[in-house]
């Protein structure tokens, strides 16, 4: 059983379309994560929930727009899409947040989106 | 400011040897996390850490709390190992975001 599933793993999409990328975790962990990973490999966090709510929104464009149905899913919706969106996106979860000691994080398998 | 920085930026070795990849971070943290980019791309978490010392099969994490620096040690390295190696700290003062390294990558010829 996957523990983090992102889908699609792969996502290739014009400028100024709107996609989304869904990440659902059978975990039973309260919290979750986007990250980007630009294309040196430098990984940054874009957003984090906890129970739902909203508690990391790093300085991120507001064409990107996370939601969260439930605890299990927190997909990343992006409008207007540009070039420069062209990236790996990892979403994440852990129990609690990282910020508690012995919390480790959990990574889905990536994302990446190509913008022609 | 929150810093991670890790050492060296690539690395090549011969099937067996022993491994040790550095990270230095700038300012205190809470845990520090040692990630794997396996070349598909996917990442898995390898360990956290606060204090001490961790081991799981030939993986062995260690953290010096007063150096602000983290060792990542794979012995009998072996092809499968290569990837990418990410540090990741989480900073005291860093509103419980992980602060990434830029990675290593990791190369085993057999």
């Known amino acids: 059983d996957t523990a983090v599933s992102q889908t699609p793993k792969y996502l290739v999409t014009q400028m100024g379309n709107d996609k989304s990328i869904k990440c659902e975790q059978n975990?039973?962990?309260?919290?979750m994560y986007w990250y980007k990973q630009d294309s040196k490999k430098f990984l940054k966090i874009m957003f984090s929930?906890?129970?739902?709510?909203?508690?990391i929104n790093e300085t991120v464009p507001n064409r990107f727009s996370p939601k969260s149905p439930d605890k299990a899913h927190l997909n990343l919706h992006i409008n207007s899409l540009e070039l420069g969106d062209s990236a790996v996106y990892f979403c994440a979860s852990s129990q609690e947040n990282l910020g508690q000691r012995n919390t480790e994080a959990f990574f889905g398998q990536g994302t990446r989106l190509t913008v022609v | 400011k929150n810093e991670v920085e890790q050492s060296p930026q690539n690395l090549t070795a011969q099937e067996g040897e022993f491994i040790t990849i550095n990270c230095s971070y700038s300012v205190g943290i809470s845990a520090l996390h040692w990630l794997q980019q396996h070349p598909g791309g996917g990442i898995v978490s390898l360990f956290m850490?606060?204090?001490g010392k961790k081991k799981h099969g030939r993986l062995i994490a260690t953290i010096n709390i007063q150096e602000k620096h983290s060792s990542l040690h794979i012995t009998a390295s072996h092809p499968r190992d290569s990837a990418v190696y990410i540090c990741a700290g989480l900073f005291i003062f860093g509103n419980e975001k992980l602060t990434f390294g830029t990675g290593t990558r990791l190369t085993i010829i057999p």
């Open positions: 850490l606060s204090s």
């Open positions: 929930y906890n129970n739902k709510e909203l508690i």
């Open positions: 975990l039973g962990h309260d919290t």
